[in-house]
């Protein structure tokens, strides 16, 4: 067990560094898996480990990707008359613009996404349950609405990036090993928050919030401080889906309530909640059937959409790693005592 | 913003288009308040909330829309939409929520989540994603040399409307199965200890909550317009309408129904039509917002 595990490490590594030229066909692809698994494992965080179901995390996402975009455009021009122009050729980038716009832009994201949960999360905290999970919704769905109808960054047209200066095929490479970094450093971290214990604080506030409370848990600054490096992490994958796009719109790509927004919890449920390891098995589970079978439906793979979704929280809502853990409790270092093997004191 | 602060003079300017905002605000609420009765009628009976309400209205209305297309009354269109949303609604408590009823809520918040979204997919790939609308040749009334016009179409859309709210209130208040509905919303288990098979009553909750919700989309289309992903905010306002009212207490889910359609025409009205669904959702955080104020005074959440 000590030397398997990193050599699992180390095969996991081998294989995610050698993904895209083993088969460079599919780039985009396995970025976009390296979305899903970031998404769904800060999801996870306040899902799974808090018990703070949020249906409205893809403002974070949306949110990272204007505010890359505001970044990267408005160092070099007036965010404004870029917008005005909708991508009209006259606005040019050197390679530094680009570059630097791309590491500002995405770290900028984050930070903003980071402080804007704190923002958001101060006053919707307060709501529990299914409140929280609409309120959350609604806040995403008003945003994307409200950015729609926001001249400044383009109104519905929505932002065209500017375009990587260099060959195509790199700039998918390069995408690739961003989100890619992005998902590792999010996996390490996580790997150490939930030794710690935090992990403990937040899986008490899931367990029984009054109760957390009573014990002279701060729990607000403990719900702040999760969501806000979920928020964090999402929003620096929303800035590299902008430079990935390069042409986002509001409601369609950038607060995409229902297809990305619903895929996260989607994957969180069919891995398994409040594990490590769930999201990212649910992620490459989903997003692989979802490849795979998506072109066969014909337009009613949104319909298919709704049916996984069902089928999922209806009959298989302990995910993957529940059913393992109910199968193979020892993997878990759950020890089960037979029944034959419990000594019975005798009593006194 | 000039324009903003344009259409804020013209209110005070002229004050008769008030009047004709709230008018015409509480003519679309009478049926906001008939999808979010339904909504109560469920919440309260089987602790479900059900995202996909706003769907049924749609799907209610599309039914009346294609019958009236082969040639019928747009009257018996109600009553067909009536019927078939009767059916969904069966059909959906057999398969979905007669599973969800008993776990936690996010499961059937998620469930009927996924529902809403299969539904307007459905309804977009049969009948496209343009709008729809039943075009009826009837009068409109002018008022206030035509600043107010009243068409008769709405006028009898929310009749019809207060018909059919009166008509399952009594059958609430008189019948033996209203009766039985609410013993069980009260206390399940003693109204099963009573003989009251619960599993009946709530898939005959569920089936008329459709029900109503399709009646009122088959009235909507008639007077207004509907497009299949128009749902999603219809069941927000149900929501926020609920929120506001609290369950169980009907004049509230009137008169807030009411009040958020006219609320909903001068947020329209104020910032420009574009931000009429950013209205609709922004009434509900305002609203959760107040609501839970209100709760941390007496150091309680919003649960």
Redesign the interface.
Known sequence: MNLSKPALYIVLLVVIVAAPFLLPAYKTQLATLWLMIIVAMTWDMTGGQMGY?S?GNIFFYGTGMYVAAVITIGMVYDVGDYTNAAGGGIYAFTETQYFTGLVLGCIGAGLFCALSAILIGW??F??????F???TL??A??AG??V??WEWVGAGQGISMPNYPGDFETFKLLIYFIFAGVGVVLFIFLKWLYTTRFRSAINAIREDEDKAEAMGLRTLTYKLLTWSMAAFFVGIAGGISAFQLIHFEPLETAYQT?NLG?FM?VCV?LGGKGTLWGPIIGAVLFHVVKEVTWNYFL??Q??A??????VT???F?DGLMGWLKHKRPEWFGIRVEKKDQIVTEPAE | MDQIIGNLDLLFEFPIVNLKIIIDGVMIGALFALAAYGLALVWGVMNVKNLAQGDFVIAGGYTAWWLVQQGIHPFLGILAAFIVMWGIGWVTYRLVISRVIQRDLFTSLLATFGLAIMMAQILNLLFGSDTQSIQLDYATFHFADGLIDVPAAKLMGVVMAMALAGGVILFMKRSRMGQAIRATAQDPRAARVMGIDTEKIYSFTFSLNAAICGAAGAIIVMAWVIQPFYGITYSIRAFVIVTAAGLGNLPGVIAAGLGIGALEQYGSHILGIGYQQAVAVLLLLLLLLARMLQQRRQRQVLK
């Open positions: 179901n249906l006053p919707t307060g709501l529990r349950g299914p409140y999970a609409i309120g609604g806040m769905i008003a609405e409200l729609s109808n229902i619903i919890v449920l337009g009613w949104w319909v959409l709704g049916a996984i979704i069902i929280v209806v009959y809502q």
